[in-house]
């Protein structure tokens, strides 16, 4: 056993190094990223435990519907004398409709037993049954604890289907925010090497007397602006990296992913296929099964079930029992005259507390069922509003593609000039600097599009 637990230790740390290895190198795809999260993501299986609660909550009750064995013996000597010894053994049998069959042996005896429970010296059989006439016969609490029990394993599974989605939401959202700032540390250290190979040349230029001498100070400047933007993005990147690190881990052991690990670049080009956010024809077919509005149905039910058991308290209570009594040694000769009937009867006169009961239930019944039309057509609505918002940032992402080719075909003319002696540094310095801000606005433009089919996947709730 020992010899086991070492192999099976020895092989999950194996199985966590060779994971760690994976990402300390290469590219990381969000569908890839997805697929460790679902799977190894100790908040995704503890929405797992949302389904075994409720599996045992149903086991639970159906324990009220268990046959029990009860026994109850007492016996008492003193000064040589019996006062009594007295046997009483059951076992009854809970049925769906309330039901109750019982089958019990009693046997009293001594000088002070109630002369109410004497019998044959060979104790005495029971077999019979009770009965509820009005109250409890179709509906009593068991029933509708066992009833709710099983709607509960229904609410459990939309109540995990939304706790997985929310972790998944919020992996999404860390990737993306992993992707934007590494874009821009790539632009950075691009426009930082243009900038120090441009710095070179106008000292060179300044040395052969091309150029004035402040041309190097305000290429300096930009180099100098450079670096600190490309400072500030390292640091926004490794901030974001470390947020990804919360939603990376293989068996309950978190992993880090290194400083070499890339996303994946143009990811704005698959992603609705990854989340399934793409063209969205029938709404209605996702609507039905939306796991919130199934949750607000099932909790409809729970209370239809609350209100018809609330209903049933307004019945009398009417209890009817049954007994055919007869020694052990005699039960196959069957007597008319053996037998034991009761019948209990109980109702309240105004029912008050019962008709407060049940109002209090209809009215929860019809907060819900309002509760649920407007649910409904709030994500009809989110789903509306969340298409929109992606096809205008699909618009606008064309309209700042174009934006930042203009930019670019400006600097290089610009640069052509600046090689002939027509322009300055200053000039080519804001052109480049407009190029840098279109860039940072299509990087956020594509971030804020990354992020809307997160939205939209969040609305959606389907299973990815």
């Excluded at 090689?419 to 606005?441: D, V």
Aim: aromatic share 12%; glycine share 4%; proline share 3%.
């Amino acid at each position: 056993m020992k010899l086991f637990c070492r192999l099976f230790i020895v092989l999950s740390l194996f199985e966590v190094q060779a994971f760690a290895q994976e990402f300390n190198q290469g590219v990381l795809s969000f569908r890839e990223y997805l697929g460790y999260v679902k799977k190894y993501h100790p908040l995704v299986s503890r929405a797992n435990l949302e389904i075994d609660k409720a599996q045992a909550g149903l086991m639970q009750a159906r324990g009220a519907f268990d046959p029990k064995i009860e026994l109850d013996f007492d016996n008492k000597q003193f000064r040589g004398s019996q006062y009594y010894s007295i046997l009483n053994s059951s076992f009854k049998i809970p049925t769906w409709y309330g039901i109750e069959v019982k089958a019990a042996f009693d046997d009293s005896q001594g000088i002070f037993v109630n002369p109410q429970n004497l019998g044959p010296n060979q104790g005495i059989a029971t077999v019979g049954f009770s009965v509820p006439i009005a109250q409890g016969l179709f509906i009593n609490q068991r029933i509708a604890d066992l009833k709710s029990a099983k709607l509960q394993i229904q609410l459990s599974e939309s109540q995990r289907r939304l706790l997985s989605l929310e972790v998944l939401y919020k992996a999404s959202i860390a990737y993306f925010a992993w992707l934007k700032h590494f874009n821009e540390v790539e632009m950075y250290k691009e426009y930082l090497f243009y900038s120090q190979d441009r710095y070179k040349g106008v000292l060179r230029l300044i040395q052969q007397g091309d150029k004035p001498a402040i041309d190097s100070v305000e290429t300096g400047i930009a180099v100098k602006n450079r670096e600190l933007n490309l400072e500030n993005a390292i640091l926004k990147l490794n901030k974001s990296r470390l947020d990804l690190a919360n939603y990376l881990w293989i068996n309950d052991v978190p992993i880090e992913p290194a400083e070499n690990l890339k996303p994946e670049i143009g990811l704005s080009t698959n992603i609705e296929a990854v989340l399934n956010t793409g063209d969205l024809f029938n709404t209605q077919d996702i609507i039905a099964s939306h796991p919130k509005l199934r949750m607000m149905e099932t909790k409809i039910g729970m209370l239809d079930i609350e209100r018809r058991l609330k209903a049933n308290y307004l019945l009398p209570k009417i209890d009817l029992g049954y007994y055919y009594l007869s020694e052990p040694l005699m039960f196959n000769s069957f007597r008319n005259d053996d037998y034991k009937v009761g019948l209990n009867f109980s109702f309240p006169i105004f029912l008050r507390g019962e008709r407060g009961s049940l109002n209090m239930t209809k009215l929860k019944l019809k907060e819900t069922k309002f509760e649920l039309q407007q649910e409904r057509l709030e994500i009809q609505n989110k789903i509306d509003a969340q298409q929109v918002e992606k096809s205008s940032f699909r618009k606008q992402s064309g309209q700042i593609s174009n934006l930042v080719n203009d930019y670019k075909k400006m600097l290089e003319a610009e640069e052509r000039l600046f090689s002939f002696g027509e322009s300055s540094i200053f000039i080519l310095n804001s052109r480049e600097n407009n190029l840098i801000s279109a860039k940072i606005q299509q990087i956020d433009l594509e971030n804020s599009f990354l992020v809307s089919n997160a939205d939209l996947f969040r609305i959606l709730a389907t299973e990815n």
